[in-house]
């Protein structure tokens, strides 16, 4: 079974950083896609990039050159680094993974199979 646990998220203000982190558990060596995406209230989820545990990264366009994903598999644990960051990047985000095998594009949320509970962000202007 894959687990996915969030941590770090927090307030700050606009023009300011933050680093969250996912703990994923269970994937052992195979090939997953692993993702983050974020919701806030009366809106969809949206996708915010994602990486193959042995291969490229991909961004959704409104947070490229200022969010950066990467992931260190001695800990087990994915990161999301933002910068410069918006009050519209305010939501709670959420980390998602999908096993070989899934279809589906990277940012469509109805192909993951596995999500974490979700850690709320908060930018104020």
């Known amino acids: 079974q894959v687990y996915l646990v969030e941590s770090g998220g927090g307030s700050v203000q606009a023009g300011g950083s933050l680093r969250i982190s996912c703990s994923v558990s269970g994937i052992g060596d195979r090939s997953f896609f692993l993702a983050w995406f974020r919701q806030s209230p009366g809106t969809q989820r949206e996708a915010v990039g994602g990486?193959?545990?042995?291969?490229?990264?991909y961004y959704t366009d409104s947070v490229k050159g200022r969010f950066t994903i990467s992931r260190d598999s001695e800990k087990n644990t994915l990161y999301l680094q933002m910068a410069d960051l918006k009050p519209e990047d305010t939501a709670t985000y959420y980390c998602a993974a999908k096993g070989p095998g899934s279809g589906g594009f990277w940012h469509d949320w109805t192909t993951y199979r596995y999500w974490g509970q979700g850690t709320q962000v908060t930018v104020s202007s």
């Open positions: 990486l193959y545990t042995h291969g490229p990264t």
